[in-house]
């Protein structure tokens, strides 16, 4: 359904530093850099057919993030969600929501971490028993 996600940044460097040690926790290698005719710089995360972006607003305008945005990422264990928690932590991202763990919901058992980067976007790390 979706061809990608992308969010702003306001300090690009920061970003990567960021996105390059959580998304490394889920096997992502490094981003393709693009500088655009404009001379903003995009960051593209591209892993098992999907496709991440990281980009200083193209407007000039300050990065927001969107109120009620959650951006979700897959794990294949409860382990590999406690792991993108404490890694997002120890490269400036914050806690958001309870502590990682499992929750029961409508879709059954989930182990899930919400965290915020350094720009305030919120990111899940997701892992559904089979």
Known sequence: MFSHVMVGSNDIERSK????????????GEPFRNVSATGHTRLFYRHEGNSFGVTEPING????????????????????????????????GTTAEDPPGLRESALGALHLAYVRDPDGHKLCALYRPA
Not at 86 to 91: K, L, M, N, P, R
Request: glycine share 14%; net charge negative.
């Open 61 to 92: 305008a300050e990065a927001s993030c969107a109120n009620g945005a959650t951006i979700g990422f897959k794990c294949g264990s409860p382990e590999q969600v406690q792991r993108f928690h404490d890694v997002a932590i120890a490269h400036g």
């Open 17 to 28: 530093k960021f996105y390059d040690a959580v998304l490394g926790t889920l096997g992502v």
